[in-house]
């Protein structure tokens, strides 16, 4: 700074103070006050003096905005508060039965309104913007909601998003999610001369959006015509936070973020059907695709006493917007077998153009729904889009089938291994019964053994597992045990160096934890927490393996039906033999011992919150369960204790008001580690 003329500096400041101010006049207000040209001269001055003095240039200058060095990949992040999905509802009764449920909850009269938050429901894709200090350091797509894929050098591209807040009013950490579209516009003119020189057009804007932001080259997203509008906050530190939705939307606003225009505070449940009529007349003119209503309790505080379900907020619903339905002819039908062995019938169509794809599959679910349909191959059937995702096929038209119309039989054995298929009483599947034995379960069934919180195999992603079933490299996950070097490399896009990582992943993951093995073999139902119950419970996997339904039903959170996919499982000689390979193979683990003392949280529910810094989330979680405590993911008065990181929110202070034990990061390590 001491070489560069004081009177540049400031010319240098000033012109980044213009140029983002001309920025949110364009892209965010859409009310531009100068003329392109002028932006452009002053564009250039700035990028003149940068070029000069280089060590102006800051990660918030409006030059930073057309990418930078192509990635070789994304890394992921870790959301600190999940990103969660939302029910959804498509009726006018379902959205009747949310406003009851929640006045049920809180013990308000039938009589009384709620204030609902309204907004439309964009067609894009969901991210994680995280600004200190007021400057944006980490942009992150949602993911699963726990994890995502950072694309910081993307989102730094699109020019209504802020790469400083507005103001000096801000929190010291705002984590703000919205959601990044394509408008109509900027689809069809990128469609147009994509035709012109030879590319292939996206199919919709979601498509497009999606497509820009996965791009590992940011000067290739700077180029696309993406925007973005928030619509919520995640992590909030350093100031009073708004107590509502409504007016949190309106600081982001004052804080240079785009706001959807047609965000609406209603009063009562009749008003957000009002809402909804309004958006939906209105949807064809706007320009850019949403595909339903969004409605939020207002409340902050009305928000944190109704809490979660699931991976779903009670305070909030999506309203969808009716399916779109187009007539095709069924051409044949197909029976696919998933992980879990469900054979689903696929049908075959004549490709249609349904709800802004071209649809050539739709699911026909099971027997019962291809009885009830009265369907046959070589129908016209109208073919709906789900909630505006999944095509399924609605009805046949009768008065079009065609003579020599197939009926369609659902087969007896797997199309794959032959083995008998079978469907359990009560349940609407039909599965096969070959377990890890049936091929086409084998490629589900080693991803999920793969997978991070499996036996966590870095490397083995979906392709490679594909590549190694089709070129008959494997037949079951005890095959990974015995993969060469040679026969790896010769697999396309395979070098010698990603060949012996991978194969050191496979040696890595022999040590494991018991309950990681039960929750790796894919069980139906049982899930890391059922797979640690089990473990806890039973201590050795020879016992598990030797359980009989009553005995697992002594197990808390096993029901009849877990209890009877265990037996199964355990009782198929295939299963077994895989198990045994396993084992054979080196895949071991320290059984649990069974006394008292061994197990001293047992009973105990434990709550994490906030960043920690010496071990995972996962490591703590792990370990706490280990000693036979419960983690739950909300606190309440049964919680036992708190584990609080830094920026612990919501939780630590339920914890204190409480007044629940709450410990740091190391007083949990120095705990453990004298149990």
């Known amino acids: 700074m001491l070489n560069i003329p004081e009177a540049v500096h400031q010319r240098y400041q000033r012109l980044k103070s213009e140029l983002n101010h001309h920025n949110h006049a364009y892209y965010v207000l859409d009310d531009p006050s100068i003329p392109d040209s002028e932006y452009d001269r002053l564009m250039r001055e700035l990028q003149d003096i940068e070029q000069q003095y280089s060590e102006l240039r800051t990660p918030d200058s409006p030059s930073q905005r057309v990418g930078g060095v192509a990635l ?41 309104h709620l204030a ?77 001369k994509a035709r012109e020189t030879g590319d292939k057009p996206f199919v919709n804007p ?43 939307l309106r600081m982001l606003g004052t804080l240079g973020f785009k706001i959807n225009q047609h965000i609406k505070q209603v009063e009562g449940i009749d008003a957000c059907e009002d809402y909804y009529q309004q958006l939906a007349s209105l949807r064809d ?19 944190e006493r109704l809490g979660f379900v699931a991976k779903a907020p009670r305070w909030a619903i999506a309203r969808k917007f009716p399916a779109q339905e ?68 609605v009805k046949a038209v009768l008065e079009k089938r065609p003579q020599g ?75 990974l045990y015995e993969l060469k070097l040679e026969k790896l490399i010769n697999l396309e896009r395979m070098a010698q160096k990603s060949a012996e990582n ?21 069980i139906r139902e049982v899930g890391e927490a059922t797979a640690q119950t089990l473990a806890n419970n039973f201590g050795t996997l020879d016992t598990v393996i030797a359980a009989t339904a009553e005995q697992l039903l002594e197990v808390e959170d096993v029901g009849p039906i877990v209890a009877r996919h265990i037996v199964d499982f355990f009782r198929n000689p295939d299963n077994l033999s895989i198990v045994e390979a396993l084992r054979k193979s080196g895949v071991q ?45 909300s606190v309440s008065a049964k919680t036992h204790a708190v584990v609080a990181g830094p920026s612990a929110g919501s939780k630590l202070n339920k914890a204190q008001a409480l007044d629940i034990q709450v410990l740091t990061e190391q007083s949990l390590i120095d705990f453990l580690d004298n149990l």
């Not at 959301?79 to 379902?94: G, I, R």
């Not at 003119?285 to 928000?303: A, M, P, S, T, W």
């Not at 004549?350 to 071209?358: D, I, L, M, Q, Y």
Request: proline fraction near 4%; glycine fraction near 8%; include cysteine.
């Open 72 to 112: 070789d990949s994304f890394s992921q992040v870790k959301h600190e508060v999940p990103m969660l999905s939302l029910d959804n509802a498509f009726s006018d009764q379902e959205m009747s039965d949310f406003d009851r449920r929640i006045k049920d909850r809180i013990n308000l009269e039938s009589s009384q």
């Open 116 to 192: 609902y938050a309204c907004e439309p429901k964009l067609d894009g894709v969901a991210v994680s913007l995280i600004y200190e200090q007021g400057l944006l350091m980490r942009g992150a797509t949602r993911g699963d909601g726990s994890v995502g894929e950072d694309i910081t050098a993307n989102v730094r591209t699109i020019k209504s998003i802020p790469l400083r807040l507005r103001g000096d009013d801000f929190p010291e950490l705002l984590e703000v999610r919205g959601e990044i579209y394509m408008p109509r516009e900027g689809f069809n003119e990128f469609n147009t």
């Open 206 to 248: 979601r498509n497009a959006a999606a497509g820009s932001l996965r791009q590992l080259d940011s000067k290739i997203t700077a180029t696309r015509p993406l925007e973005m509008c928030a619509y919520s906050v995640g992590q909030y530190q350093g100031s009073q936070k708004p107590d509502s939705h409504f007016a949190m």
């Open 285 to 303: 003119q706007l320009d850019y695709d949403i595909d339903g209503i969004v409605y939020k309790v207002n409340d902050f505080k009305l928000q």
């Open 326 to 393: 187009e007539m095709t002819r069924l051409l044949d039908v197909e029976f696919q077998v998933g992980r879990t062995g469900a054979v689903t019938p696929v049908a075959r169509l004549e490709p249609v153009f349904v709800g802004g794809v071209t649809v050539g599959n739709a699911t026909l679910h099971n027997a019962d729904e291809i009885n009830r349909l009265g369907v046959c191959v070589g129908d016209t059937v109208i073919v709906r889009r789900a909630g505006d995702v999944i095509p399924q096929i």
């Open 405 to 479: 119309a197939q009926p369609i039989i659902f087969p007896e054995r797997c199309p794959v291994c032959q083995s008998s298929v079978k469907r359990t009483e009560g349940e609407a599947v039909a599965r096969c019964t070959g377990g890890l034995f049936c091929g086409a379960q084998t490629k589900e069934a080693i991803k999920h053994y793969a997978s991070r919180k499996a036996m966590d195999i870095d490397g083995l992603g979906d392709k490679l597992v594909d590549a190694l079933v089709d070129h008959d490299l494997i037949y079951s996950v005890a095959d």
């Open 502 to 522: 991978l194969l050191n992943s496979i040696e890595a993951s022999k040590q494991t934890t018991l309950p990681k093995f039960l929750f790796s073999l894919g």
């Open 589 to 633: 683990w320290k059984d649990i011992d069974q006394t008292a003392q061994a197990l001293p949280l047992k009973g105990q529910t434990w709550v994490l919150t906030g960043t920690l810094e010496t071990m995972s989330r996962a490591e703590a979680k792990d370990r706490l369960q280990q000693f036979g405590a419960k983690v739950a993911g």
